[in-house]
């Protein structure tokens, strides 16, 4: 499937949705007892609910390709663009995530959420200082991977023609 390029505007004018693997969609701890140690961690469910999100979705992983070849399928998820990571890591600021301006450069001026487990404060200051659109930059518990909770926060910003510049 041809990338796209980065945040190259779309014709639904949908937010992206950058999305992290290990720690959302792949908690530390299991959330169902199964032989196989990935599916007793991953929850089918959250392809369905993702999609239904009104956002389009870009992986933002380390995972990078294997997202599409393994966690996709597992989701019922179509194959998604992937963030390539630049070879060095441009943390503008201490205590920065080095996914933020690599993230940012690529969403190209438009609305993003970004769900990732280690989204911090300096992110968010950060984002709002730098980026000219609405972002929510939403920590999800890595123990609990993506939660009903985490995706409400997601569609009621979606929502909202006034969201915030900054999430929680």
């Known amino acids: 499937m041809p990338q796209p390029a ?5 014709r639904d004018n949908k937010p992206l949705l950058f999305l992290d693997v290990d720690g959302p969609l792949l908690p530390f701890r299991a959330r169902r007892d199964t032989e196989d140690p ?87 200051l950060w984002v709002a200082g730098e980026h000219p659109a609405p972002a929510l930059l939403h920590k999800v518990d890595p123990y609990l991977g993506l939660t009903e909770d985490d995706l409400e926060t997601v569609r009621r910003w979606v929502l909202r023609s006034d969201s915030p510049r900054l999430g929680r």
Not at 6 to 10: N, R, T, W
């Open 38 to 124: 990935l599916l007793a961690r991953i929850d089918r469910a959250d392809g369905p609910r993702l999609r239904a999100l009104n956002c389009r979705l870009v992986w933002a992983t380390t995972w990078m390709d294997e997202a599409n070849e393994v966690v996709a399928p597992l989701l019922g998820l179509p194959e998604l663009p992937v963030v390539r990571w630049p070879d060095d890591d441009d943390v503008p600021i201490r205590g920065m995530h080095w996914k933020t301006a690599p993230l940012t450069r690529w969403a190209r001026g438009q609305p993003f959420v970004w769900l990732d487990d280690e989204i911090g404060d300096m992110d968010r």
């Open 6 to 10: 980065p945040g190259s505007p779309s």
